[in-house]
């Protein structure tokens, strides 16, 4: 299945609550703003969605806001407790290859723990 992109300045800017959000990956839709229209954004949201994926998405969302939580609570602000996800971490080491996808161990994200 093939991701639903929506390229939507006023989506994005409404869920910027605690960082800016550019581009964010609701499954099954990936939300851009319009100047995160880019390969490399959109292949790292696509590792968001294969992740959602083996976590039957909610599992993702309740794990995500535990792991931004627990980096705030050690005194992270909110742009190095986002950065300190682990689901972040592997999405941002991989977002320029553009074959990753194809090659990807299943929770493989648990590698950055």
């Known amino acids: 299945m093939k991701p ?18 550019g581009a964010i990956t609701l499954f099954p839709f990936i939300i851009l703003r319009s100047d995160y229209d880019n390969p490399i954004t959109i292949n790292h ?4 969605i ?9 599992l993702f969302y309740v794990l995500y806001v ?5 980096g705030k609570v050690q005194g992270m602000s909110n742009d190095d407790a986002y950065f ?17 996808l194809k090659t990807r161990e299943k929770h493989a994200w648990k590698k950055y723990l």
């Open 4 to 21: 639903i992109i929506i390229k939507s300045d006023k989506i994005t800017k409404a869920l910027s609550i605690f960082i800016s959000v």
């Open 45 to 48: 949201e696509k590792i968001h």
């Open 50 to 58: 294969e992740q959602q994926r083996e976590l039957f998405v909610i």
């Open 66 to 70: 535990f792991y931004w939580a627990k």
């Open 84 to 100: 300190n996800i682990p689901f972040e971490k592997e999405a941002y080491d991989n977002h320029y290859n553009k074959d990753y």
